[in-house]
C-alpha cells in the first residue's frame, strides 16, 4: 500500500461528498423559491444516502467488476470480498469504493436541478434508485471499469462522460416528460437567495479539486496539474459568463457567475488530467460563451423547463470538454500527448458522447415511462402554487420570519 497516495485519496473522497453535501444542496436551494428550499435540500440529502446504498448493494461490482463488454458482474453484489486487507492498485479497495461511491452520489444529485418545485419526492426516490442501476452502473463500466469504450482507449479523467453527460441528458428527458413548472416561462419567481447559492457554490470549487485531482488515483504531478487547470477552467468560466452578462443586462449579477464558475468546472472534468494550463484556459472560456448560448436556447427556443439549467452547464459542458480533450491533449498546447492522431482520438471521444447520450437518453425515457405510470411524477396544483414543496411533500417550513 502507497500511504501518501491513500492520505490523498482519503481526503479526495471526503471533498467529493463535500460537492453534494452541503455544496450542491445549497447552490441549488438558494437558487430556487423560498417555499421549495428545504424540499430541494431534502432531494439531495436523500440521494446521497439511497446513492451509497446503491452502490454498496449492486453498483459497485456492475461498475467495476467483470470483464465485460457492457456490464460487469455480480460477484460483488453488498461488496463481497471487500475487506480490509483487499487492494485496488496501490490503495485499499474500501477507500476506492467509498471514492467511486460519491461520484455515483453527486451524479443524479445534480439532475435535481432540472425538475425543483413540481416533482413528487417519492418519484424523485424510484426514479434515482433505478437510474443508476440501469444508467449510471453500466455506462461507469463503459468507461472506467474496462468496458467496451475503455477498451477503444476513450479518454474520460474524472466524469466528463460518466457524470456530466448521464445527468444532463436524464435532466432533459425527466423535464419534458414532466412538464414545465406553472407560469413558465413569464412567471417564474427569481432565485430567494443568490447569498446560499454562492457558498454551495463556492464549497463545489473547493470540493471540485477531490473530483478531478484525486483522479489520479495517486498523490503526483498529474493531480498537480489536475487540479490547477481545474482551476484555471473555473476562473475563465466564471469571467467569461460575467462578461456577457454584463454586456447584455447592464449589470453583472452573481447568479450568472457562479453559473458560470460551476460551466468551467464540468467542461475541464473529463480532460483534467490530459491538459496543461492553456488548455484549462481555452475550456474555461469555450464552456462560458457556449454554456450561456444553450441555458437561453433550452428555454427560449426549445421552451424546455430545465430550471436550473442541468443539461445546458453539465451536459453541454461534459460533452465539450470531452470531444476537446483530443485536441487539448496535445504537446502543443501543453498536455501530455496522445498515442494516436488528434482526428483518431477525436473520433473515439465523439463515439463516446452519442453512444452514452443515446443508451442514456431510452434508458431514462423507459424510467421515467414506468415510474409515471405506477406513481406519478407531478405534486398536486395546490402544493406547486400555494403551499410549496416544503410544506406539501415535507410538512416543514424553510423558514420563520
Excluded at 16 to 32: E, Q, R
Excluded at 96 to 112: E, S, W
Excluded at 115 to 120: A, D, M, S, T
Aim: hydrophobic share 50%; aromatic share 10%.
Amino acid at each position: 500500500m502507497n500511504e501518501a497516495n491513500t492520505a490523498w485519496i482519503l481526503v479526495s473522497t471526503a471533498l467529493v461528498l463535500l460537492m453534494t453535501l452541503p455544496g450542491l444542496a445549497l447552490f441549488y436551494a438558494g437558487l430556487v423559491s423560498s417555499k421549495n428550499t428545504l424540499s430541494t435540500l431534502a432531494q439531495c440529502f436523500v440521494i446521497a444516502c439511497l446513492a451509497s446504498i446503491v452502490w454498496f448493494i449492486c453498483g459497485y461490482s456492475i461498475a467495476f467488476n467483470g470483464e465485460g463488454l457492457f456490464f460487469g458482474n455480480l460477484d460483488k453484489m453488498f461488496l463481497s470480498g471487500v475487506n480490509i486487507s483487499s487492494m485496488s492498485g496501490d490503495i485499499p479497495e474500501t477507500l476506492f469504493v467509498m471514492f467511486q461511491m460519491t461520484f455515483a452520489i453527486i451524479t443524479p444529485a445534480l439532475i435535481v436541478g432540472a425538475f425543483v418545485e413540481r416533482i413528487k419526492f417519492s418519484a424523485v426516490i424510484m426514479i434515482t434508485g433505478i437510474w443508476l442501476v440501469l444508467v449510471y452502473s453500466p455506462v461507469t463500466h463503459w468507461v472506467w471499469g474496462g468496458g467496451w469504450l475503455a477498451k477503444m482507449g476513450v479518454m474520460d479523467f474524472a466524469g466528463g462522460l460518466v457524470v456530466h453527460t448521464t445527468a444532463g441528458i436524464s435532466a432533459l428527458v425527466i423535464v419534458k416528460m414532466l412538464g414545465p413548472r406553472n407560469g413558465f416561462p413569464r412567471s417564474i419567481k427569481p432565485p430567494h437567495s443568490p447569498v446560499i447559492a454562492m457558498i454551495g457554490a463556492a464549497l463545489l470549487w473547493v470540493g471540485w479539486f477531490g473530483f478531478n485531482a484525486g483522479s489520479a488515483l495517486a498523490a503526483n504531478q498529474n493531480a498537480a496539474m489536475a487540479m490547477l487547470v481545474t482551476h484555471i477552467s473555473a476562473a475563465a468560466a466564471t469571467i467569461t459568463w460575467m462578461a456577457i452578462d454584463w454586456y447584455k443586462n447592464g449589470k453583472p449579477g452573481l447568479v450568472g457567475m457562479i453559473t458560470g464558475m460551476v460551466a468551467g468546472l464540468a467542461t475541464v472534468t473529463p480532460a483534467s488530467g490530459y491538459i496543461g494550463p492553456m488548455g484549462g484556459l481555452i475550456l474555461g472560456i469555450s464552456s462560458g460563451l457556449i454554456c450561456y448560448w444553450f441555458v437561453g436556447f433550452i428555454k427560449n427556443a426549445m421552451n424546455i423547463d430545465d430550471s436550473l439549467d442541468v443539461f445546458a452547464v453539465h451536459g453541454v459542458g461534459g460533452i465539450l470538454g470531452t470531444i476537446l480533450c483530443g485536441l487539448l491533449a496535445t504537446s502543443q498546447y501543453g498536455g501530455l500527448g496522445l498515442d494516436t492522431t488528434v482526428w483518431e482520438q477525436t473520433k473515439v471521444q465523439i463515439i463516446g458522447v452519442l453512444s452514452i447520450s443515446l443508451y442514456t437518453l431510452i434508458a431514462t425515457i423507459i424510467i421515467v415511462f414506468v415510474v409515471k405510470s405506477l406513481i406519478g411524477l407531478r405534486v398536486s396544483e395546490q402544493e406547486e402554487n400555494t403551499e410549496g414543496l416544503d410544506f406539501g411533500s415535507h410538512g416543514e417550513s424553510s423558514y420563520r420570519l
